[in-house]
């Protein structure tokens, strides 16, 4: 069993910044590839990024692309999403996912464990 604890979301205005973070306990941390989602109302949940076990290898969403960063601290525990030039439609809830088997996969069905997700909503 991994346990995740999403935390750092809230409110910005667009064209701000907020960093993610998710706390990771109970096995092996650097074991499992990582991932952020998100879900919007009335959305499915949308592939945001991912990270590989050891951090050498990111993947992100295009809707993303060049305006968040993914990284991972193994020593920690820890795995973070640095996220710029926020859009409204970034708003959503995230979530942190782990994946003991698929590194880097954009499906939410390949990943073993899942945070309880973090608000944030971007105003204009």
């Known amino acids: 069993q991994v346990q995740l604890v999403e935390f750092g979301g809230g409110l910005v205005q667009a064209g701000g910044s907020l960093r993610l973070s998710c706390a990771a306990s109970?096995?092996?941390?650097?074991?499992?590839?990582m991932g952020w989602f998100r879900q919007a109302p009335g959305k499915e949940r949308e592939f945001v990024t991912a990270?590989?076990?050891?951090?050498?290898?990111?993947y992100y969403g295009d809707s993303v692309k060049g305006r968040f960063t993914i990284s991972r601290d193994n020593a920690k525990n820890m795995v973070y999403l640095q996220m710029n030039s926020l859009k409204p439609e970034d708003t959503a809830v995230y979530y942190c996912?782990?994946?003991?088997?698929?590194?880097?996969?954009?499906?939410?069905?390949?990943?073993?464990?899942w945070g309880q997700g973090t608000q944030v909503t971007v105003s204009s």
């Open positions: 996912a782990a994946a003991s088997y698929y590194s880097g996969s954009y499906y939410p069905s390949h990943y073993d464990y």
């Open positions: 990270i590989s076990r050891s951090g050498g290898s990111t």
């Open positions: 109970g096995r092996t941390f650097s074991n499992y590839a």
